[in-house]
C-alpha cells in the first residue's frame, strides 16, 4: 500500500517526507572537489550545469552540498 503525505503547501506527496543522510560518506564530495582543485561550492556549480558527465551518485552530492550550502548561508553567526 503507498502512502500519502500532506506537504507544508497542501499538496500530497507520495512516499517518505524526509531524506534519510544515514548513509551518506561524510567528506566525501569535499574530497572530491579537493582533488579537483576547486571548492565543494564550485565544483558543486560544475557538476550541476552538466550533470550528464558526472555519476549520478556525484550529482545527488553536488545537489546535497549546493542545499546545505543555502542552509548555512541562512543562519546568522552566533547562533547553533
Not at 10 to 33: E, P, Q, V
Request: without cysteine; proline residues 4%; glycine residues 8%.
Amino acid at each position: 500500500m503507498v502512502q500519502y503525505h500532506k506537504m507544508p503547501n497542501g499538496k500530497m506527496m507520495k512516499g517518505k517526507t524526509h531524506n534519510d543522510f544515514s548513509n551518506i560518506d561524510k567528506g566525501s564530495f569535499t574530497d572530491y572537489a579537493k582533488r579537483k582543485g576547486k571548492t565543494p561550492s564550485q565544483m558543486a556549480t560544475i557538476v550541476l550545469k552538466n550533470p550528464s558527465k558526472y555519476r549520478k551518485l556525484t550529482v545527488k552530492r553536488a545537489n546535497l552540498a549546493k542545499n546545505f550550502a543555502k542552509m548555512r548561508k541562512g543562519k546568522k553567526k552566533g547562533t547553533s
